[in-house]
């Protein structure tokens, strides 16, 4: 992995990238796509609405551990065909030492569709 620390965006570089907080509505299995995943149903509020987002995920999570979850995805990146699904979002996290996702996530509750400050 690159280590990316000394490559500096300007404010407004920033301000382009949308994150939102989203509560996960459902979750379904994908097998169709190339690495596990599964497929994710958002609420972001009022204002974005309800996404759908492919996420690898596997090792981690179990569907049921993600109904009802919080979780931090970008809003604005265009949609991707991945396989038969439209992902619309990414939902962001972090690898751990093994290479499988943790995910982002608040401290709190947030109302669906705050955008990160």
């Not at 509505?25 to 996404?51: C, H, M, W």
Request: glycine content about 8%; some cysteine.
């Amino acid at each position: 992995m690159n280590d990316t620390a000394d490559e500096r965006i300007s404010w407004n570089d920033f301000e382009k990238v949308d994150l939102r907080v989203g509560t996960v509505l459902s979750v379904e299995e994908f097998p169709q796509a190339r690495n596990p995943a599964y497929k994710l149903t958002i609420d972001f509020g009022d204002g974005i609405g309800i996404r759908k987002s492919s996420a690898q995920i596997t090792v981690h999570y179990l569907p049921d551990t993600l109904v009802g979850r919080q979780v931090v995805a970008v809003v604005n990146f265009p949609k991707k065909q991945i396989g038969p699904f439209m992902s619309e979002c990414l939902v962001t996290g972090f690898a751990d030492e093994n290479g499988a996702i943790v995910l982002t996530g608040v401290e709190r509750a947030v109302p669906n569709g705050s955008k990160l400050m």
